[in-house]
């Protein structure tokens, strides 16, 4: 009896071994999941620039399909004196065109009436400031050509801009500027002169106290007069 209880504990613990042995090809930890990175390829796409950089080459030709489709000739100029309204001739499509554009694309915004000369101008568009120089830069270097055979005169209240019929390349350069005439009776030397392309709707008062500050010996404001801000408006 002995003996078969010796050989049937025997077979009972050789059973349980092969219970416990691990089978080929099994995980040791079956818990445990491989993941797939997977890697994206970015894609860089260049993209054309939302404005064009601006020539003399360029210029008269972006602005003629411009004045297309931007047919705004209202603006409104805000200062600390108060607002100035403003209505731009459709005569002069190429000054108003390039008026909207620069609105639109707010450069004037925070730039100044750097000329103050009382029973003249009111003269803005310019300063000092590094970060509008840059903006200007990004904007282009383009000269408009002159536009003074409409019949409009420098009427007090109107809005005009350094442009010459004469070969005079400093009279040429200043698409970002533009001033206010403040005279009384108008300043009508300048007629041929300048190209005239809007006239003042409302503000003229706001022109009058603008004129009155105080400026230094080369007619620059001794307390800056910013203009906050230019947009269209209906």
Not at 99 to 109: G, N, P, Q, V
Not at 129 to 149: E, Q, S, V
């Amino acid at each position: 009896m002995k003996y078969f209880s010796v050989i049937f504990l025997s077979l009972l613990l050789l059973n349980c071994n092969n219970n416990t042995k691990i089978k080929k090809g099994t995980p040791i930890n079956q818990t445990k999941t491989e993941k797939k990175e997977v890697v994206k390829k970015d894609t860089v796409e260049e993209k054309e620039p939302e404005f064009p950089f601006l020539t003399d080459k360029t210029a008269m030709e972006f602005f003629l399909e411009y004045e297309k489709h931007n047919k705004e000739n209202k603006v409104r100029i805000k200062t600390d004196f108060g607002d100035i309204d403003i209505e731009l001739f459709n005569e002069t499509k190429f000054h108003r065109a390039n008026f909207i554009y620069l609105t639109k694309r707010k450069y004037f915004d925070n730039t100044q009436f750097y000329r103050v000369i009382n029973n003249f101008i009111v003269q803005g568009g310019s300063t000092d400031d590094p970060d509008i120089m840059n903006k200007r830069a990004g904007i282009g270097k383009y000269l408009l050509p002159p536009d003074t055979k409409r019949g409009f005169k420098h009427d007090r209240g109107v809005i005009s801009m350094p442009s010459s019929e004469i070969e005079n390349a400093y009279k040429l350069a200043s698409p970002y500027e533009f001033f206010i005439v403040q005279q009384e009776g108008g300043a009508h030397h300048l007629d041929g002169s300048y190209t005239i392309f809007g006239k003042v709707l409302n503000g003229m008062d706001v022109v009058d106290e603008i004129a009155k500050q105080k400026t230094d010996d080369s007619d620059w404001p001794v307390h800056n007069i910013y203009i906050k801000s230019v947009r269209v408006i209906d």
